[in-house]
């Protein structure tokens, strides 16, 4: 097996399996964390930074690809000239790559749960708590079917990961302060209309410009109601909920720089 790994500091970082014949992919730097997916022979991988983790095989030393999850070094050997940042040099200071407990208890209200693969409002095949899956058969999730509602929501907070990553690429106002509720409101509304959508919207450059926040949300969340040029009901029931959650107050700070706290899921 050979990953080719094109890391974040835009270098190239070639990573071979030694003797593992489907390299896992786990929620944390754990030998018992949940396994979110599994790289096969001639996968391509990003790999995003490296972490010290539980040994395994004598080694602490895990790995985490831009999917958001953790391979161990045991299975893999890492080649080239390229410099492996760590985690946390990647992590601070940066927004919250996670969103707090009520967005996301948010978002799995209005995804609803899936078990098996089943196609949605778009006709495309989903599981877990709103992951579009890559294919027919969701082959990419490498748990056996039916999901638990456990597994669906490490495989949110997954797929969570690469949308705030998305969304702290196209907010650039370095001025702009947004607490968790601001941030995780964003994340459902950016998770429910996809991060291309979401990144060239007026919402985003109207934040980008310094206005007000709160009237930006006001006036353009509500817009996001339409599907194929109908006005859906769940959608409006959604951008509302988001809307109140975006105008709840916190203490806990997500952009620019994350205030991590318990809280944070």
Not at 26 to 41: I, K
Not at 162 to 177: E, F, G, K, R
Not at 206 to 223: I, K, Q, S
Request: proline share 6%; charged share 20%.
């Amino acid at each position: 097996m050979r990953l080719v790994g094109l890391a974040l500091f835009a270098a190239v970082v070639r990573a071979a399996a030694t003797d593992s014949p489907r390299l896992k992919c786990r929620s944390a730097p754990n030998g018992n964390a949940l396994v979110l997916r599994a790289y096969g022979d001639r996968d391509v991988v990003d790999i995003a930074c490296q972490a010290q983790g539980a040994a395994v095989g004598g080694s602490t030393l895990w790995h985490r690809t831009q999917d958001g999850c953790y391979v161990t070094s045991r299975f893999v050997a890492i080649g080239g000239n390229a410099t492996e940042p760590t985690c946390a040099s990647l992590d601070s200071p940066r927004p919250c790559a996670a969103v707090a407990t009520p967005a996301l208890q948010l978002i799995e209200r209005y995804e609803g749960f899936v078990a098996r693969p089943r196609p949605d409002i778009t006709g495309l095949p989903t599981i877990g708590y709103g992951h579009r899956c890559a294919s027919l058969d969701c082959a990419e999730v490498p748990v056996a079917f039916p999901l638990s509602r456990g597994q669906a929501h490490e495989l949110l907070r997954m797929d969570l990961r690469n949308v705030t990553a998305c969304l702290a690429q196209a907010v650039t106002n370095a001025s702009l302060a947004l607490n968790a509720n601001q941030w995780g409101a964003l994340a459902s509304w950016a998770f429910n209309v996809g991060c291309e959508m979401a990144g060239g919207s007026q919402l985003v450059a109207r934040l980008n410009r310094g206005e007000d926040p709160g009237a930006v949300a006001a006036h353009e969340l509500p817009r996001w109601r339409i599907f194929h040029g109908k006005r859906v009901p769940e959608l409006v029931s959604r951008r509302a909920d988001e809307l109140y959650l975006f105008q709840t107050a916190s203490d806990l700070v997500a952009y620019p720089q994350c205030n991590s706290a318990p809280e944070m899921t």
